[in-house]
């Protein structure tokens, strides 16, 4: 790109030929772009055409919505951050069917989440938020948990979990507290309301036992992996 | 180069402004920064890339291809080409920053930013969204071009030839273009929400997002302070396009946009990456000159 002045090749089909080398504009030197003038429109156009959906989509228009596929959605879906307060803060946590004591109890999941497992960036935070309505995503990450958890803590095997939230309500502003930290379920006081939004089946969770029991930990088959 | 005649139309015109010279020093700094904060945001993943992209880790099973929480299913691959992927994405936005064989890893990061965005949606933010539109401007731009290797291996093989001080204009255009529509669309968007009225900043204070400063703000500003920072974030924000445009309101609007991405970042923890992504693009679309001068030691005078 840094090459003499004048040095690139002409454009036949155009009468003012770009340089590709630095021109000499009074005193600046200019480097001109490497991509051909006829990509440069198209890409100016598809910029502009992108710039005006994302502002078209954050100012709650949904012609976006309506014209763009989902994988061209997804990319414009940027600028409207943050538009609404808070009603609670939500907590995601998960309590497991404990094969020997045949009873529910909290089962820390982070370890089997490992990118960003302490806040909201973590997987399992962020698959409860998006899927919590959605019974076949639930079920996976139960299997999941329950493949990790068995494998890794083979004393302390599961048969199947309950996945719920936590609404711990925000105070008014310039109300005194005390600074985040996660708590063990049993410490939240009756005032924070919890919601259940899946449980194992009991006959799942006696047959999971039963397999992990007889040595077969793999007796259940994998999820149906549907693709397109 | 001959001088340019006085446009006519306001096609023209506007033309001659979308094309108009922009120092260089805008899009290296871009180039340079961009791609290092994308890596930093993305290294809390890339590390652990077999629990991302490969069934090593909890997998979304495909929805049906009709649900906005799946734009696009690409199913996992096995761990080693999960690996091989995080390895060439680092390598990508490491070469880009570096200007060495830009043009190569600016398309190659935007590739593999458009893959990881697509193919895992637990792991995608407006950062992961914006990477892939970022690196693929850079792709279609000259940067590289000054104060890169590939600048420094080609000054050794012709060192006669005097170094760019400026570059077409329209990419910087565009950045400058998409900055003020999107803190316009975001504007609009906090206005229909409950920034009027409600106490949107206290009441994501509390999360695990919170950090040792946000707690200190929660403890030490008054509940009326919370309410005016929102009035200030509305007013810079719906009006952006105003305050970029004017010559007189740029500056201040630079401050106010920095000083509001450095309270985000350090209030919001891994909002950071997003903070710092956003206060590139300001500072390299929209600082003064004489700063960006300054900073890459150029010489005024070239």
Not at chain 1, 112 to 134: C, N
Not at chain 1, 180 to 185: E, N, T
Not at chain 2, 174 to 200: E, H, N, P, T
Request: aromatic fraction near 12%; hydrophobic fraction near 45%.
């Amino acid at each position: 790109m840094a090459s003499k002045p004048g040095s690139g090749k002409p454009d036949s089909r155009k009468p003012n030929p770009a340089p590709v080398g630095p021109t000499k504009i009074d005193g600046p030197r200019l480097v001109q772009p490497w991509a051909p003038r006829r990509l440069r429109q198209v890409a100016a156009v598809l910029a502009g055409l992108y710039v005006f959906a994302v502002w078209l989509d954050a100012a709650g228009n949904g012609a976006a919505d309506a014209a763009l596929p989902l994988p061209l959605r997804f990319f414009v879906q940027e600028a409207a951050l943050f538009p609404h307060a808070a009603r609670d803060v939500i907590e995601w946590r998960a309590e497991a069917w404990f094969c020997d004591g045949e009873r529910f109890a909290e089962l820390d999941v982070r370890p089997y989440f490992p990118i960003r497992r302490d806040d909201k960036e973590s997987r399992f935070y962020r698959a409860m938020f998006f899927h919590l309505h959605q019974r076949k995503v639930l079920a996976e990450l139960d299997r999941f948990i329950a493949r990790e958890q068995n494998r890794t803590h083979p004393e302390a095997r599961i048969g199947g979990v309950m996945l719920l939230s936590l609404r711990i309500p925000i105070p008014p502003p310039g109300t005194p507290e005390t600074r985040y930290q996660r708590l063990p379920l049993a410490d939240y006081p009756p005032s924070v309301e919890r919601h259940y939004w899946y449980v194992t089946d009991k006959a799942q969770r006696e047959q999971r036992c039963a397999d992990l029991a007889a040595g077969n930990p793999t007796a259940e088959p994998p999820a149906p992996s549907e693709s397109p | 180069m001959r001088r340019p005649t006085q446009p006519q139309t306001p096609l023209e015109r506007l033309q001659r402004w979308f094309e108009a010279p922009q120092p260089i020093e805008r899009l290296e700094l871009i180039r340079i920064v961009a791609p290092l904060v994308l890596l930093a945001f993305l290294s809390s993943r890339l590390v652990h890339a077999d629990h991302w992209l490969s069934p090593v880790g909890f997998r979304v099973p495909y929805l049906g291809g009709h649900d906005w929480r799946q734009p696009l299913y690409l199913p996992p691959v096995s761990p080693a080409v999960a690996w091989l992927v995080a390895i060439a994405t680092a390598l990508a936005g490491l070469c880009l920053s570096a200007g060495l064989l830009t043009r190569f890893a600016a398309g190659a990061f935007a590739i593999l930013l458009a893959y990881l965005a697509l193919a895992d949606r637990l792991e995608a933010f407006t950062v992961s969204k914006l990477g892939p539109m970022i690196a693929l401007a850079l792709w279609l731009s000259p940067c590289g071009a000054r104060y890169s290797l590939d600048a420094w291996f080609r000054r050794r093989r012709h060192p006669e030839a005097a170094p760019p001080t400026h570059v077409a204009g329209g990419v910087i255009r565009y950045f400058q273009i998409f900055l003020a529509a999107m803190y316009s669309g975001a504007g609009i968007a906090k206005l229909r929400g409950d920034w009027l009225s409600g106490d949107v900043l206290w009441s994501h204070l509390h999360d695990n997002y919170q950090t040792a400063i946000s707690w200190f703000l929660v403890r030490s500003v008054p509940g009326w302070g919370w309410q005016a920072l929102q009035y200030l974030s509305l007013t810079f924000e719906v009006a952006a396009p105003l305050w970029f445009l004017l010559p007189w309101t740029r500056r201040p609007a630079v401050v106010v946009a920095l000083s509001m991405h450095a309270m985000i970042g350090l209030m919001f923890g891994p909002v950071i990456w997003f903070a710092l992504l956003m206060s590139t693009l300001l500072v390299g679309c929209y600082a003064p000159e004489r700063w960006l001068r300054r900073a890459f030691r150029a010489d005024p005078a070239a």
